[in-house]
């Protein structure tokens, strides 16, 4: 291949280990790894937060070289107990429950140290991590940087964005009713929370329907029909809106604040230009608090991990880090 070929997914494998991990409070979450046993071990965070692992995620790595672990994280994917339930309980559901769980995961797999893969609240969850256990991370490779500071919540879910996809938030906010002075944030939560499938089933779909509809340049049929199924939108919803709700247990601006605990490590930050969900603005900031990691701003592209142009920025990456 050379230098000017695009990056494409590797072929499609299958894990040759699995597992469900019990991580207290009554969680497990479930685990995969694929690739080469002896290879170089990479994490790959999922999105989200609630989004679950797919088969294709896999396929980022060149599967000679990397040992490929994936995991569900809480309440979501094959993970136990799930958020869908009817009596879900996400009071133990914190980006630093998952930071725990992420490190009980690496010392069951016998893992000294590896590279960290994470995209969108997969980004979240990596820089969290990296800036806690910065000696166990080999190298960083993020897209669609979210922090969750207020002025990334407010652009997605409480209305900037209306001025790009001003017919998509009618359907959004005309699915809750809020109360004086209150959030969509919050008046979806009161929703989601609701036992009735007659009141969270309809917030969920349409919360999710608003994010699989912006979350790629052209938007896909196919991805939002599958998005609006009622148990995946159920558990989706109602996780990022927990986590969304108390700002990821996060103060605010901590990850960009913070982010010179990753100095040492080496990274790569992917970012489409007209990412509706993140903003470049967080990228940027990321990479200014940031410098030593490079910044590869994709120019025809939106969020999602597959367009063309992300797709070649990340697989170039990982294979750069493969050693």
């Given at each position: 291949?050379?230098?000017?070929?695009?990056?494409?997914?590797?072929?499609?494998?299958?894990?040759?280990?699995?597992g469900?991990?019990?991580?207290g409070?009554?969680?497990?979450?479930f685990?995969?790894?694929?690739g080469?046993?002896?290879?170089?071990?990479?994490?790959?965070?999922?999105?989200?937060?609630?989004?679950?692992?797919?088969?294709?995620?896999?396929?980022l790595?060149?599967?000679e070289?990397?040992?490929?672990?994936?995991?569900d994280?809480?309440?979501c994917?094959?993970?136990?107990?799930?958020?869908?339930e009817?009596?879900a309980d996400l009071?133990?559901?914190?980006?630093?429950t998952?930071?725990a769980?992420?490190?009980?995961?690496?010392?069951?797999?016998?893992i000294e140290?590896?590279?960290?893969f994470g995209?969108?609240?997969?980004?979240?969850?990596?820089?969290a991590?990296?800036?806690?256990?910065?000696?166990?991370?080999?190298?960083?490779?993020?897209?669609?940087?979210?922090?969750?500071?207020?002025?990334?919540?407010?652009?997605?879910?409480?209305?900037?964005a209306?001025?790009?996809?001003?017919?998509?938030?009618?359907?959004?906010a005309?699915?809750?009713?809020?109360?004086?002075?209150?959030?969509?944030v919050?008046?979806?939560h009161?929703?989601?929370?609701?036992p009735?499938?007659?009141?969270h089933g309809?917030a969920?779909?349409a919360w999710?329907?608003?994010e699989?509809?912006?979350?790629?340049l052209l938007?896909r049929?196919?991805?939002?029909?599958?998005?609006?199924?009622?148990?995946?939108?159920?558990?989706?919803?109602?996780?990022?809106?927990?986590f969304?709700?108390?700002?990821?247990w996060l103060?605010?601006?901590?990850?960009?604040?913070?982010?010179?605990?990753?100095?040492?490590?080496?990274?790569?930050?992917?970012?489409?230009?007209y990412?509706?969900c993140?903003?470049?603005?967080?990228?940027?900031?990321?990479?200014?608090?940031?410098?030593?990691?490079?910044?590869?701003?994709v120019?025809?592209?939106?969020h999602?991990?597959?367009?063309?142009?992300?797709?070649?920025?990340l697989v170039?990456?990982?294979?750069?880090?493969?050693?």
């Amino acid at each position: 291949m050379t230098d000017d070929t695009p990056r494409t997914l590797y072929p499609p494998i299958e894990p040759h280990q699995t597992g469900l991990l019990p991580v207290g409070d009554g969680h497990a979450i479930f685990w995969e790894v694929s690739g080469n046993p002896d290879g170089k071990p990479v994490v790959f965070l999922h999105g989200g937060p609630g989004g679950g692992t797919n088969p294709r995620q896999r396929r980022l790595f060149d599967p000679e070289r990397y040992r490929i672990v994936l995991l569900d994280q809480r309440m979501c994917g094959r993970s136990t107990p799930h958020a869908a339930e009817p009596d879900a309980d996400l009071t133990a559901n914190t980006t630093w429950t998952l930071v725990a769980d992420l490190e009980l995961l690496r010392e069951h797999l016998g893992i000294e140290r590896w590279q960290v893969f994470g995209g969108s609240w997969g980004s979240t969850l990596a820089l969290a991590y990296a800036q806690t256990h910065p000696e166990r991370v080999t190298e960083l490779v993020l897209r669609g940087i979210f922090t969750l500071r207020q002025s990334e919540l407010d652009w997605f879910y409480e209305g900037g964005a209306a001025a790009v996809h001003p017919d998509l938030w009618e359907t959004y906010a005309g699915a809750v009713t809020r109360r004086e002075r209150e959030t969509y944030v919050a008046a979806y939560h009161r929703a989601l929370s609701d036992p009735d499938p007659a009141v969270h089933g309809p917030a969920a779909v349409a919360w999710t329907t608003w994010e699989s509809a912006t979350v790629t340049l052209l938007q896909r049929p196919e991805m939002i029909a599958e998005s609006a199924e009622a148990s995946h939108a159920t558990a989706f919803a109602r996780i990022e809106n927990h986590f969304f709700l108390h700002h990821g247990w996060l103060t605010e601006g901590q990850l960009v604040r913070d982010a010179g605990l990753l100095r040492d490590i080496p990274g790569v930050i992917v970012q489409g230009r007209y990412d509706m969900c993140t903003p470049a603005m967080t990228a940027w900031d990321l990479h200014r608090a940031w410098p030593e990691a490079e910044l590869v701003i994709v120019p025809d592209a939106g969020h999602a991990f597959d367009e063309p142009g992300i797709l070649d920025a990340l697989v170039r990456a990982t294979d750069r880090f493969a050693g």
